[in-house]
């Protein structure tokens, strides 16, 4: 039997997002509660996937190297924090290339399952956006929903949580209640 996975939308949930794109990693910001929330998603033993759109490739305004340069650095602080990231899938496209990967379609999250030999069905994606819960919903797995401003008080059909810490109990009971019985 394959493995459920927690997979993990970046800018917005590991990271501050910013309206000009993460360029370099004196742009990146860890946001509050995100290293903890990793170090909690990494006990409950399930393999941890980021999937994110980085359009500012696309764009030009950042090459391959530099956005895995990020990458390589932000997996180095998050281990060093006592997180885990198993694997990284990114699109590069910009929005108008209607690619299958560029969420909300689906395509990362099936790669990423089908690479790693990964369960879909159990697996939840935690996203700051609804393209992230079309994604999700689209893949055939549960979104978890990261708003700083609860609005609804968390009412809506979607589990809600303000930060990564917060999302990673939301998580740990998603699995649990998820998974398969024998």
């Keep these: 039997m394959t493995e459920a996975a927690v997979f993990l939308d970046r800018d917005g949930v ?3 997002r910013r309206p000009d794109h993460v360029k370099s990693w004196a742009e990146f ?4 509660e995100a290293l903890e929330g990793l170090r909690e998603i990494k006990r409950m033993g399930a393999p941890v996937v980021v999937v994110t759109n980085q359009s500012a ?7 391959e190297a530099d956005l895995a340069a990020i990458h390589e650095r932000m997996r180095s602080e998050i281990t060093a924090a006592g997180g885990r990231i198993d694997a990284i899938y990114v699109c590069l496209h910009t929005p108008a290339h209607g690619c ?3 969420k909300p379609a ?3 999250l099936r790669r ?7 369960r879909i069905e159990g697996s939840v994606m935690v996203g ?13 797995c549960t979104a978890v929903l990261l708003a700083d401003d609860l609005v609804d008080g968390g009412r809506s059909e979607v589990p809600t949580a303000r930060d990564l810490l917060q999302a990673a109990n939301l998580v ?5 209640r998820l998974q398969p019985r024998c």
């Design 14 to 16: 590991i990271n501050r």
């Design 29 to 32: 910001e860890f946001l509050p």
């Design 57 to 63: 490739v696309g764009r030009g305004l950042l090459s």
């Design 100 to 102: 299958e990967c560029r």
């Design 106 to 108: 689906p395509g990362l």
């Design 112 to 118: 990423a399952t089908a690479e790693l030999g990964l």
């Design 128 to 140: 700051d956006s609804a393209s992230d819960l079309e994604a999700a919903r689209a893949a055939g």
């Design 172 to 176: 740990a009971g998603l699995l649990e």
